[in-house]
């Protein structure tokens, strides 16, 4: 099946520092990746959908000067927190879509998350 | 708006059966998915349908009616491992993903 690996898992960072999470997909061509957001107890939020070439789309709430993404190649994307408050801590999951097939195109396959505590 | 109702939590026991519904209201369909996903994890997949009926895979089954804006997930043979969160989600008509919040299934032995 189709692969996305997540890096790093877990972070902790300072108030006021930059982080950065790669999503990678490892066995298939991503056109199109998903960044949510997680908190405790809640379910997935999309924050923005990313096109390899272009800007990313940003759901409605969600700072693209905060939350940078870049989808440089149809295997990357990366999502920088700028300037990480306490607030941003959560876990926050990549997708992929592979476009090579019918139905599955359609289908997302998910990283394994990356768990930012921001102190 | 759209939406998408299911469960927020539901309690089985090992070895019996559990049906999860989801209701959806959504700007166009094409499919609806089911993911578990265990606490501190990511989502994984179990069953997409676009069609009405039932779709069988082990002892997972997923229904469809398209008429009704209804689905629901089936889990026989109930396994403590199957302890955990499960996300119905409409492919809506800009094949844009509408997640559920999610239903906690807790399996007693």
């Known amino acids: 099946g189709a692969v996305v690996s997540q890096h790093p898992s877990r972070v902790i960072c300072k108030s006021g520092t930059s982080v950065k999470i790669e999503c990678r997909s490892l066995d298939f061509q991503a056109t199109t990746m998903f960044w949510y957001r997680q908190f405790p107890k809640q379910s997935l939020m999309l924050m923005a959908t990313?096109?390899?070439?272009?800007?990313?789309?940003?759901e409605q709430g969600v700072e693209k000067d905060k939350f940078l993404i870049n989808h440089a190649s149809l295997t990357l994307s990366t999502l920088t927190v700028t300037s990480a408050h306490p607030e941003d801590s959560s876990f926050y999951i990549c997708?992929?879509?592979?476009?090579?097939?019918?139905?599955?195109?359609?289908?997302?396959?998910f990283g394994p998350g990356t768990r930012l505590t921001v102190t | 708006g759209q939406n998408i109702d299911q469960p927020t939590e539901m309690t089985a026991t090992e070895g019996a059966i559990v049906q999860i519904n989801c209701t959806y209201q959504t700007s166009g369909f094409n499919g609806l998915f089911w993911y578990q996903q265990h606490a501190g994890e990511a989502p994984t997949f179990l069953s997409y349908?676009?069609l009405d009926g039932l779709e069988e895979k082990g002892r997972f089954s997923s229904f469809l009616s398209r008429s009704k804006g209804y689905s629901y997930l089936l889990l026989k043979e109930l396994q403590m491992k199957d302890s955990a969160s499960y996300l119905c989600a409409v492919l809506d008509s800009n094949y844009q993903l509408i997640w559920g919040a999610g239903t906690k299934l807790i399996i007693k032995p």
């Open positions: 997708s992929a879509r592979d476009a090579s097939g019918p139905r599955s195109s359609y289908e997302q396959y």
């Open positions: 349908n676009v």
């Open positions: 990313s096109n390899e070439g272009s800007k990313a789309t940003y």
